[in-house]
């Protein structure tokens, strides 16, 4: 048995259901006893796409060389997060979590918006930027949104004062250079008459929507040019953080790269060891590094904390093109599941495991390592809680504040958090993973697919498989199930389940419009095959 009955029914008296830490991660906090600064700080928000835990060098570099050396000085100078998860393990969901601090049944957000989705984030929820804005804040989006375009759902109607960036993943649509991904597809059409028949032999990749670049609400560039649009981004970045340095007005930024997603599409090659994928990280490091050298030069940088996290895990499929889960491999799924991934999508540590850390100099003590246990959920009550920001009161939150964790080296592990089924199986959106402190209940495994094509199948487990993440952060060995220990945290499970349950039946949720009109589609060419314009 890992630990003992006493123990475990320890932790079980602290967390669960009506002890206050259960409460505190269903309905958050504004609470803190943390230094609070004289004026409103700034905030940069910076949210990697399909990072792996074990990209970055100063959580993982078996190899002894890091592609992240911005990321680990900045790591290394802050606070390190080192069990910090995401609110989904799949684009669309874990944005609308990060933005909210709400779970997907209760935005209605759990699974992915479509080319031609007509809906978005719906439009009573409250995104992060909106109370912001309403304070006095400047606000901007750089980057990928994916949270709905048309009408009303476009980012400058959801608080976001500016906007420069892709609407959706950087492969749902064609480009003219499409770089490296597995399948590989074909580049944009550019004859007017062009028809799939013109190209039996190529992969097409939504040869009919090229993938625009959006400046508020214009699109400018359609085929978006990827392997220049990192640089861009630095520049955009810098232009708004300058024209911040002579003003009074405080600011929030969030910086939401196209970075790890496929098509890869480094704009300068064998820069790493580790191949074309090392070679993006690498630009991803060069990008972040620029954007704090434009806090620094603006003189902003002990007025601006700035907080780096993943939307899920790698992309397992995409073999050489996606990057590591260090060690949260998700065994059993390999061993005893039938095979198949334990990455993006799926409720294993590898599927929503991310790295994160925060920096501010002078107010974060610098060098420490958190193994709190936190989420992005947490981000939204945290700033507001900084800035003096007023949450809505009319809805509940699954994030909490964690100033503390912050600035006074608190920990919190005795804490509950909720995983979502993010379309590996299962019912999408359905929380069928359960963090107990240090242990984790998963209810549903296999269904998607591994680098080699196998993917496992779809089991439901009921009662779940209970691993002890601190003796087996692998997932490897599932706790016996005729203990004492593990019946007692299933007990503990499942009611910790049927409290949140209970909790979002009486909550003011939202559902999500995920329905599809060729009319929504972003095209600033209609008489273009492909929609192709520049400017």
């Known amino acids: 048995m890992v630990g003992s009955v006493v123990n475990i029914i320890s932790i079980l008296v602290a967390i669960i259901v009506v002890s206050d830490i259960l409460q505190l991660s269903v309905y958050g906090?504004?609470?803190?006893?943390?230094?609070?600064?004289?004026?409103?700080?700034?905030?940069?928000?910076?949210?990697?796409?399909?990072?792996?835990?074990?990209?970055?060098?100063?959580?993982?570099?078996?190899?002894?060389?890091?592609?992240?050396?911005?990321?680990?000085?900045?790591?290394?100078?802050?606070?390190?997060?080192?069990?910090?998860?995401?609110g989904?393990?799949?684009?669309?969901?874990?944005?609308?979590?990060?933005?909210?601090?709400?779970?997907?049944?209760?935005?209605g957000v759990v699974m992915n918006f479509e080319i031609r989705s007509k809906g978005g984030l719906p439009l009573n929820e409250t995104v992060f930027a909106e109370p912001f804005k309403a304070a006095g804040y400047r606000t901007g989006i750089i980057g990928k949104w994916h949270l709905g375009v048309y009408g009303h759902y476009h980012p400058n109607y959801r608080g976001f004062d500016y906007y420069y960036g892709l609407p959706y993943s950087n492969d749902m649509g064609c480009v003219d250079n499409p770089g490296y991904d597995l399948p590989t597809c074909g580049a944009c059409p550019k004859d007017n008459l062009w028809t799939p028949k013109d190209d039996p032999d190529a992969s097409l990749c939504h040869p009919f929507s090229a993938l625009p670049l959006f400046e508020n609400t214009k699109i400018i560039e359609q085929p978006v040019d990827l392997f220049t649009l990192s640089e861009r981004?630095?520049?955009?970045?810098?232009?708004?953080?300058?024209?911040?340095?002579?003003?009074d007005q405080p600011f929030l930024l969030y910086v939401a790269f196209a970075h790890m997603h496929t098509p890869l599409t480094p704009n300068k090659t064998h820069t790493s060891r580790n191949g074309v994928y090392g070679d993006t990280v690498r630009e991803l490091d060069d990008v972040i590094g620029k954007i704090v050298k434009s806090v620094k030069d603006a003189g902003k940088e002990r007025d601006t904390l700035i907080w780096f996290m993943g939307d899920n895990g790698p992309w397992a499929v995409k073999c050489e093109y996606g990057g590591s889960q260090g060690p949260y491999l998700g065994s059993w799924q390999h061993e005893k599941g039938g095979g198949g991934s334990s990455a993006k999508k799926t409720l294993w540590e590898g599927g929503h495991r991310e790295p994160s850390f925060a920096y501010w100099p002078g107010h974060i003590p610098a060098g420490h390592v958190s193994n709190s246990l936190l989420s992005t959920l947490d981000v939204f009550p945290t700033i507001a809680s900084l800035a003096r920001v007023a949450m809505p009161t009319d809805r509940r939150f699954d994030g909490i504040d964690v100033t503390d964790v912050l600035f006074n080296e608190t920990e919190i592990r005795d804490r509950v958090l909720f995983h979502p089924n993010s379309g590996a199986s299962g019912i999408i959106g359905q929380l069928d993973a359960v963090r107990l402190g240090n242990y984790k209940a998963i209810y549903q495994t296999g269904g998607e697919p591994d680098c080699g094509g196998t993917t496992g199948p779809s089991k439901r487990h009921d009662p779940p498989l209970i691993f002890d993440l601190l003796q087996d952060p692998s997932e490897k060995t599932p706790l016996d199930q005729d203990t004492a220990a593990y019946k007692a945290l299933y007990f503990g499970v499942e009611s910790a389940l049927e409290y949140i349950k209970e909790d979002i039946r009486g909550d003011n949720t939202s559902i999500a419009d995920y329905s599809l009109d060729p009319s929504a589609k972003p095209c600033c060419n209609a008489n273009h095959v492909a929609c192709r314009c520049y400017g």
């Open 29 to 86: 906090t504004n609470a803190t006893t943390a230094k609070k600064t004289e004026n409103r700080p700034n905030f940069i928000i910076l949210f990697a796409d399909d990072i792996g835990w074990g990209d970055i060098g100063v959580n993982w570099n078996p190899s002894g060389f890091s592609d992240t050396p911005n990321i680990d000085a900045l790591a290394r100078n802050g606070v390190r997060f080192t069990d910090f998860h995401s």
């Open 233 to 247: 981004y630095a520049n955009k970045a810098n232009e708004f953080i300058t024209n911040r340095s002579n003003s």
């Open 88 to 107: 989904a393990s799949v684009c669309t969901p874990s944005r609308a979590a990060l933005l909210t601090s709400r779970l997907g049944l209760r935005t």
